[in-house]
């Protein structure tokens, strides 16, 4: 349990007394709702939103305001290269095919080669979705690869990597190396240090990622067993000039774990790796050529036989594109719809479990909150509420809960006849269960409808008085090895797979979220095809009440 001071909960306290205190008795209708916040079904406004955010972390659109090029001259803020038809164009990732058609446009003639590793199938979608300018034209000296299908590495993408290490490595100081970067990287620039295998990879990153692993441990693992990863591009490229453009789908934006770092210094070694595979219990049953390849540069490094790690300064890295774009772009769109916006977070992190029982207190707090601020008496334990929201948001990674701005946008929404949007970006772990088929956020978006159905089943709430709309999606539009970005609930959808003769929670403890909402008749699924960028995850939650107050 996590303690908060006394001194933090009497201002709590004092600050919804103050903000009750102002609030002016008012008669509200259905009418006075905005139209698109009282629709009966709000998942059309919650994916209009959704799409807003990618749009607005698309490659065109960051990359148009990142870098320009005058007078033969590359700028990149304060950064300078001349430019002399010496450009080569390397990228790897969900968003460097977008990347790339804007880099080539711009710098035309100057390129003279150039390989991106890009998802198998996103050219065809991007066509079929008229994304035309994130198209490379049949002219281009930028060679597309692609591979890794359904998010993981094959030989495609393998023979990419080497490819693009054979058009590095004799780069000389007159070269500029222009890397594209987005997430998803990893597995299209897989090259595993001889004699580890890409099954042999395969197996031991699979192994991480089923007991529950996070991003950051993965990319622990993968720099650490991998010949470009963990900066290991940028050194085959000295003494080439390297500007690395990247799109981050990282919480913190951490440079090192962005497709595992392949421009940036290796901050972890062979120990956190060894700790790591102990940590999660499968030392014994990894490949033996990661451990003896472990080991061997545990040993160098303790002989004190290993050189010095080679100067950076030959490299410029760029984040021209993150969640924070993204959210922003979703706050903005949410607004013009009418609801009063709170954005919580890019940093939601942590099992599903835990943060959909967030989502619930969080729900339950802001619907006891519109519904105080309406009838002009708030709960006597609304501010047991908000303690306890707080108390949960520490799990999830949000360590300072927004409890005074929740407090007054309700106010706001109440006195206007507004609904509530709350945003949140991230990426949360999942661990395998069984054999379904399924993503995070489709996961995730099931644990909160069954949240929501334990908040109905206990009369914590009741439906005929809100309106709710949950979403979770993932930007590049491919929630784990589905077709579904993610998954968009409202609280009675439970009853209606009960109705159906489906137990939601077989399909939860065999990981077939994707399957579960598939037998619904998949109308719940975010069906975006690769959207061509990827900024972690968007959490959406619409809060409207429905019921109409007459003045006291």
Known sequence: MIAIPLK??????????????????????????????????????????????????????????????????????????????????????????????????????????????????????????????????????????????????????????????????????????????????????????????????????????????????????????????????????????????????????????????????????????????????????????????????LAVEAGGHDSAPQSFAHVHNVIVGNNKVALEAAEHRATSFGYSVLVLSTGIMGDVHVVARFYRKLTTATCRLLAGFTSGSPPADLVGTLQDVEMAAATVGLRTFPSKRLIALAQTAAAHGRGLCLLAGGETTVEVRGLGKGGRNQELAMRVACEMDACFGTNELTLDDFNMTFLAAGTDGQDGPTEAAGAVIHPGILGQARALGLDPFAFLNRSDSFGFFSAMGGKSLVLTGFTGTNVMDLHLLLVCPCSQVIEQ
Request: charged content about 20%; proline content about 6%.
């Open 8 to 297: 933090h909960h009497c201002s709590l306290l004092a600050s919804l007394q103050w903000v009750m205190s102002h609030t002016g008795r008012f008669r509200r209708s259905m009418s006075e709702f905005e139209e698109t916040a009282r629709t009966p079904d709000q998942r059309h406004l919650a994916e209009d939103i959704f799409l807003s955010c990618v749009k607005a972390v698309s490659p065109q659109t960051i990359l148009s305001k990142a870098f320009q090029v005058t007078n033969s001259t590359l700028v990149v803020g304060e950064w300078t290269k001349a430019l002399n038809h010496n450009v080569t164009v390397v990228g790897f990732g969900k968003a460097v095919l977008g990347m790339a058609a804007y880099v080539d446009a711009l710098l035309g003639d100057h390129i003279i080669r150039g390989i991106v590793s890009i998802p198998k199938g996103l050219p065809e979608v991007l066509l079929e979705n008229r994304c035309c300018e994130m198209l490379l034209k049949a002219t281009s000296r930028i060679e597309v690869r692609e591979g890794a299908k359904d998010n993981l590495p094959d030989e495609a993408s393998l023979a990419a990597a080497k490819s693009i290490h054979d058009i590095v490595e004799p780069l000389g100081e007159e070269d500029l190396l222009t890397v594209l970067i987005s997430g998803g990287g990893s597995s299209l620039l897989p090259s595993p240090a001889p004699p580890i295998t890409l099954s042999e990879k395969h197996h031991v990153t699979k192994l991480l990622a089923h007991r529950g692993a996070t991003i950051a441990d993965l990319n622990v693992l993968r720099r650490e067993i991998s010949c470009l990863k963990g900066g290991g591009l940028a050194q085959l490229a000295f003494p080439a000039q390297v500007l690395s453009l990247i799109i981050s789908d990282a919480i913190g934006d951490p440079l090192e774990v962005i497709a595992s770092g392949p421009t940036v210094p290796n901050p972890t070694g062979p120990t956190e790796c060894l700790d790591l595979l102990a940590k999660f219990g499968i030392s014994d049953l990894v490949p033996s050529s990661v451990i003896d390849h472990l080991q061997r540069k």
